[in-house]
Each structure stands twice: as C-alpha cells, then as structure tokens.
C-alpha cells in the first residue's frame, strides 16, 4: 500500500485517516520502506519455518513470489495504470486486472496459511476458488464504498477512482449490480468451503465482512 499511494500511482494523500508515508517521509523513504517490507515477508516465512518440509516452504515462497509478480500485483497494477482514461476497457479487462491486482494477494495469504498446514491439491484448489472470489468482491465494494462513502468514512480519499478516470464496477454496471455481484462473488466464495464445515467458520465470516464494511 505504501507503493501504492505514490504520486507516480494512485497519488492518496490518507490511508486509514492518517498521511501517507510519501507525504510524511518523501517519496524516496516510501519506496524503500515498501521494499524493505515486501523482503521481509520472505525473510518471515524462512525464519519461522523450521521444522516444516522444505518441499512446502519452497511452495509458499513461490506462492508469495507469484503474488507480487508479473502475474500478480505488478502485473495488474501495470494494466491498472494503463487503462486509467481509456475509453473501451471492459468488464473482462476490469476482471483481469483486479484478479491480478487484488484477488493474487489474497491467494496468497489464504493458501500459503493451507499449504503450511498440510493442505491437499484438493483443499488448495478450494481455498484459490475462495480467495480469488473474495479478491474479486473486495475491489467491488472497494469500487461502490469509492462513490458512496466520504473521505472521514473511508480513511483514504474518496472520489480518487471517478477522478482518475478509472474503469470501476459501478461505472460499468451501475451501483445496484455492483452490489448484486459482489454478493454472487461471496456467495461462490463460500460454496468452495462448504465440505468443511464449521472449521471454516472464521473465513466465511471474513468473506460477509468484506462486502458489509464502511471503509
């Protein structure tokens, strides 16, 4: 996020109601701040590993690499970018890029925690449908609370989408089905855990708050 709010990016001046780090710091320490932070991740997964197969740290390593990668983050961050005032951009397109930019995160966070514990392909492949569904629905509501939420509210700026001239759900659906999708996504979401019961209890109850939120 620290990368994310630069000038040469999304330009927010607020993330969670305070300054951004560029704003307080200069753009120089942010990027090296979102640097240092994003090698840690790696640095935390070798250190507190010991005892696991090598075989699943090299998976979860991997995993994380892919995330932030050409076909995670950067990748869709790129698209984003580019698409910024043009004209034709799509549903499809909109779809590529935040299961590239967001939902890839998200991936990761719910199946390297899966692949650690000793998760199957099969309950791998489950929790990537679940992630990737709630990644999606995530930047929908991201999308709605953009337009319908003021900036005290979100603890960011609003409006930054509609004045970038960013491709949104809402712009390209309107806000009633935006809403609609964002529920089918959670929806599809929770289908994907239901062998596990109650013991998914915890990111069923993620995925309703991810559309319930107020900022």
Not at 102 to 124: F, N, P, R
Request: charged fraction near 25%; hydrophobic fraction near 40%; aromatic fraction near 6%.
């Amino acid at each position: 996020m620290i990368h994310d709010d630069l000038p040469a990016m999304d330009n927010d001046d607020f993330r969670r109601g305070k300054p951004t780090n560029h704003v307080l710091y200069g753009d120089d320490v942010a990027i090296l701040a979102g640097d240092a932070m994003l090698s840690t991740a790696f640095e935390y997964v070798a250190a507190n590993t010991k005892g696991v197969a090598a075989e699943r740290v090299v998976q979860v390593l991997r995993m994380l690499g892919e995330s932030v990668g050409p076909m995670g983050l950067a990748g869709g961050q790129v698209m984003d970018l580019k698409c910024e005032g043009q004209p034709d951009v799509g549903i499809d397109t909109l779809q590529w890029i935040h299961t590239y930019k967001t939902a890839a995160l998200l991936k990761a966070a719910v199946c390297c925690g899966a692949a650690l514990a000793g998760a199957s392909d099969e309950d791998l492949a489950r929790c990537e449908t679940y992630a990737n569904k709630i990644g999606l629905a995530f930047q929908v509501a991201d999308d709605i609370l953009d337009v319908t939420a003021s900036t005290e509210e979100l603890g960011k700026t609003a409006g930054k989408d509609l004045d970038a001239d960013k491709t949104t759900y809402p712009k390209l659906l309107g806000l009633d089905r935006s809403r609609e999708v964002a529920r089918e996504l959670v929806d599809e979401a929770k289908a994907a855990l239901e062998p596990y019961g109650e013991r998914a209890a915890p990111l069923l109850g993620l995925a309703d708050y991810i559309i319930s939120r107020s900022n």
